[in-house]
C-alpha cells in the first residue's frame, strides 16, 4: 500500500484488492451496450485471481463475453470508519470449455434471482486497483425547503 501525501487516501495493492474482492458478495459489471454504458449488479466469486458469475441470456452476456469489462466493488467499514473500492478492468469471456466448467460449477456461486444462470463468464484481469479512504463527517442534514 502507498500512502498519498494528505494521508486521507491510500493506493492498495493487487494483493490488498483481492483480499477484499473475496469478502464481498455482489458488485457492478459496467459494460459497454449499443455505444452506451451500461451497469449490472452482480453477485460474484473470486477464482484464482479472476471474478466469475453466472447470467442468462439476453443483454449482459450479449455484450460482456468476448469483451473487455470493468468490474467495481465498494465496502465500508463503519467501526473504522473507512471505506474501499476495487475496480477489475479485463476481458469477459464465458465458459465453454468442458473441464473448466465442470470446476467453475463447483464454486460456490449461486444466483440470488429464482431464474436460471446457466451462462458462467470469467473477467480476466488486465488491471486491478483499489483505494481505501477515512469516510468524511457528514454535514447535518437539513430538511428540503419549500418554496
Same mark, same amino acid.
Given at each position: 500500500?502507498?500512502?498519498?501525501?494528505?494521508?486521507?487516501?491510500?493506493?492498495?495493492?493487487?494483493?490488498?484488492?483481492?483480499?477484499?474482492?473475496?469478502?464481498?458478495?455482489?458488485?457492478?459489471?459496467?459494460?459497454?451496450?449499443?455505444?452506451?454504458?451500461?451497469?449490472?449488479?452482480?453477485?460474484?466469486?473470486?477464482?484464482?485471481?479472476? %471474478? #466469475?458469475?453466472?447470467? @442468462?441470456?439476453?443483454? !449482459?452476456?450479449?455484450?460482456? =463475453?468476448?469483451?473487455?469489462?470493468?468490474?467495481?466493488?465498494?465496502?465500508?467499514?463503519?467501526?473504522?470508519?473507512?471505506?474501499?473500492?476495487? %475496480? #477489475?478492468?479485463?476481458? @469477459?469471456?464465458?465458459? !465453454?470449455?468442458?473441464?473448466? =466448467?465442470?470446476?467453475?460449477?463447483?464454486?460456490?456461486?449461486?444466483?440470488?434471482?429464482?431464474?436460471?444462470?446457466?451462462?458462467?463468464?470469467?473477467?480476466?484481469?488486465?488491471?486491478?486497483?483499489?483505494?481505501?479512504?477515512?469516510?468524511?463527517?457528514?454535514?447535518?442534514?437539513?430538511?428540503?425547503?419549500?418554496?
Amino acid at each position: 500500500m502507498s500512502t498519498q501525501p494528505s494521508d486521507l487516501m491510500v493506493v492498495l495493492d493487487e494483493s490488498a484488492c483481492w483480499a477484499l474482492l473475496r469478502t464481498a458478495a455482489v458488485g457492478r459489471l459496467a459494460i459497454v451496450v449499443n455505444h452506451r454504458p451500461e451497469i449490472f449488479p452482480i453477485n460474484f466469486v473470486v477464482d484464482h485471481a479472476t %471474478v #466469475v458469475f453466472r447470467t @442468462a441470456e439476453g443483454t !449482459k452476456l450479449d455484450w460482456s =463475453a468476448g469483451r473487455d469489462v470493468a468490474f467495481e466493488v465498494d465496502g465500508h467499514e463503519p467501526e473504522s470508519g473507512e471505506a474501499w473500492s476495487v %475496480v #477489475v478492468k479485463g476481458l @469477459a469471456r464465458e465458459i !465453454k470449455q468442458m473441464y473448466e =466448467a465442470l470446476d467453475a460449477l463447483e464454486l460456490p456461486l449461486f444466483p440470488w434471482h429464482a431464474s436460471s444462470k446457466p451462462h458462467i463468464v470469467r473477467i480476466e484481469p488486465e488491471d486491478v486497483t483499489g483505494r481505501r479512504f477515512r469516510v468524511a463527517d457528514a454535514p447535518p442534514r437539513h430538511p428540503a425547503h419549500e418554496g
